[in-house]
């Protein structure tokens, strides 16, 4: 599949480890290119469903103009809902233990907003799953917190890790999207782009 878009090259707008390893998955070439300081605020009366997807475009329009007319770019952004509240990137360990407190045995949506971008042209979208976690004992959380380190996860877990193999008790959806890509979509929007 490595000439699934042969007029393009891809560029991955991220760092994340598991973003890369996700789009490798595809089995497409790619380069990481990243700018600092992308602003990712939002406005205050967008709906929580759009956040994800507005911040993806907003880091796809910061590439716009870095990128050659031969170039594609993916940038994307993972958010975790719980009801109205939006969890980003914990702070610190005592506001990452917070959130774990909250999640614990409910519900809740992890939602990636993804965009490619070339000089002509952009395609967004976002893609929802609902994630349900088991009632966690505050030696748990703490455990996780302290040996897995999440500080650079939305909702201050990685479902790939030891608090998603003993915390998951239901996923509806993209189990890819979890993690941070929605690879699925991605391909199938690649393959029409």
């Known amino acids: 599949m490595k000439n699934l878009l042969p007029h393009y090259k891809i560029i991955l707008a991220s760092n994340s480890p598991r973003r890369k390893e996700l789009l490798a998955g595809l089995d497409v070439d790619f380069e990481v290119r990243v700018l600092k300081g992308i602003d990712e605020s939002y406005p205050n009366n967008l709906p929580t469903k759009q956040i994800a997807q507005y911040i993806s475009q907003k880091k ?32 610190d360990e005592a506001d990452a233990c917070r959130m774990l407190r909250e999640l614990s045995g409910k519900t809740h949506q992890v939602i990636t907003g993804v965009t490619l971008t070339t000089t002509e042209k952009q395609h ?70």
């Open 60 to 91: 796809a329009a910061a590439y716009r103009n870095t990128i050659a007319h031969d170039e594609l770019v993916i940038t994307a952004d993972t958010i975790v809902v719980l009801g109205d509240e939006v969890m980003g990137k914990p702070k």
């Open 124 to 193: 967004s979208f976002s893609v929802e799953t609902d994630v349900t976690f088991k009632e966690f004992s505050e030696e748990e959380i703490v455990y996780y917190v302290k040996k897995y380190q999440p500080m650079d996860k939305a909702g201050s877990y990685g479902i790939q890790e030891w608090i998603g193999y003993v915390g998951v008790t239901s996923l509806q959806g993209s189990y890819f999207n979890v993690m941070g890509l929605p690879v699925q979509r991605i391909y199938e929007a690649l393959k029409n782009f």
